[in-house]
């Protein structure tokens, strides 16, 4: 075993299996049921908001995120983008001290995309989210928003007896 750590020249040391399986038989086990005795929350909807510079990509990026929503099993809502980009244009001089007549114009287009997905478990959507969210291309920013369903009160379940 110094050989194998003389050839690899490890500057710290290594811990094998046998040392930790040791330690784990003196001290006492919690039991996994607790973390899995809570219900998973349900969603009605995720609504994603999609903004970028290039159509394209946005396109390209919805097919994607539609294709990761059905292998997982999640219900595909509409998928829709407004007809016109959002433009927002400044106008600024070209000199700083004259010609005031001389202005030159920069525009920025913004485009949008919109996606709707139905009926998921808490777990799923957090795994659909992260995995879309570390797919996300250059200039695309992504805006999610979420609508959970909870259950009624007890003091809102049964009406009152007296009105």
């Not at 003389?6 to 038989?25: E, G, K, W, Y």
């Not at 998973?40 to 994603?48: A, N, R, V």
């Given at each position: 075993?110094?050989?194998?750590?003389?050839?690899?020249?490890?500057?710290?040391?290594?811990?094998?299996?046998?040392?930790?399986?040791?330690?784990?038989?003196?001290?006492?086990?919690v039991p996994?049921?607790?973390?899995?005795?809570?219900?998973?929350?349900?969603?009605?909807?995720?609504?994603?908001?999609?903004?970028?510079?290039d159509p394209a990509v946005l396109k390209s990026y919805t097919w994607f995120a539609t294709t990761a929503a059905e292998h997982l099993g999640i219900e595909l809502g509409k998928c829709w983008s407004p007809r016109k980009a959002h433009h927002e244009r400044m106008t600024l001089l070209k000199s700083v001290h004259i010609y005031k007549k001389h202005r030159v114009q920069y525009e920025i287009?913004?485009?949008?995309?919109?996606?709707?997905?139905?009926?998921?478990?808490?777990?799923?959507?957090?795994?659909?989210?992260?995995?879309?969210?570390?797919?996300?291309?250059e200039g695309v920013a992504l805006q999610a928003s979420k609508t959970e369903l909870q259950q009624i009160p007890e003091h809102l379940r049964q009406p009152p007896d007296q009105v």
């Open positions: 075993m110094l050989q194998l750590m003389n050839t690899l020249r490890l500057t710290q040391p290594v811990r094998f299996c046998s040392a930790l399986s040791n330690t784990s038989a003196t001290t006492p086990s996994p049921v607790a973390a899995a005795a809570e219900p998973d929350q349900l969603y009605s909807k995720l609504e994603i908001e999609l903004r970028g510079v287009r913004t485009h949008f995309r919109y996606m709707n997905f139905h009926k998921l478990t808490g777990s799923t959507l957090d795994t659909f989210l992260e995995y879309i969210e570390r797919n996300l291309p």
